[in-house]
């Protein structure tokens, strides 16, 4: 099974007792639009992109089925970010050919969901991404569309990220 970045909690290197999660989120835009995708149920998702989802609830991960979302992955133990993001523009969207005009970390220390009373710790690598290539139509999205960030429902706290860069 492969190791994410989300590991934890564990006292032997300093990770707080509500867990830590390292992801990439891939910001394309067009015009005033952004790209946003809605997960399908699939085995892509829990195995690849958001592994956390395993432990979901019914009612929780029911959610983030109609909730839209960044184009975004948990980071896997050894990999860069970078080759976290080429994974996502690769196999969640089918683009092979993308630029990366600007990157920045952003990183939140919340309360725990997952572990009351503990904090969690979220490192979130964010790619300002441009390309000529259309989304490829896959069994694991629901929809992949350009759509205004406003007024758009995101799942795994995602808005919180999406207000911090500016999409909100």
Not at 73 to 86: F, H, M, N, Q, T
Not at 94 to 105: D, P, Q, T
Not at 144 to 153: I, K, P
């Amino acid at each position: 099974m492969t190791k994410f970045g989300f590991i934890g909690p564990t006292a032997r290197h300093d990770v707080p007792g509500g867990g830590f999660c390292i992801s990439v989120f891939a910001v394309i835009r067009k015009g005033e639009s952004v790209l946003l995708v809605r997960p399908k149920a699939h085995e892509k998702w829990q195995e690849e992109w958001a592994p956390n989802w395993r432990v979901y609830e019914p009612e929780m991960l029911e959610r983030e089925m109609r909730a839209w979302r960044l184009p975004s992955a948990y980071v896997k133990e050894g990999e860069a970010p970078e080759g976290a993001l080429s994974r996502v523009m690769r196999e969640q969207l089918g683009i092979s050919r993308y630029k990366v005009a600007a990157s920045s970390l952003e990183n939140f220390y919340d309360p725990s969901r997952r572990f009351p009373g503990q904090m969690h710790w979220d490192y979130c690598f964010v790619f300002e991404v441009s390309t000529e290539e259309d989304v490829k139509k896959q069994p694991w999205l629901d929809a992949a569309e350009y759509v205004a960030a406003r007024g758009a429902e995101f799942g795994s706290a995602q808005e919180d990220l999406a207000k911090r860069v500016g999409l909100l």
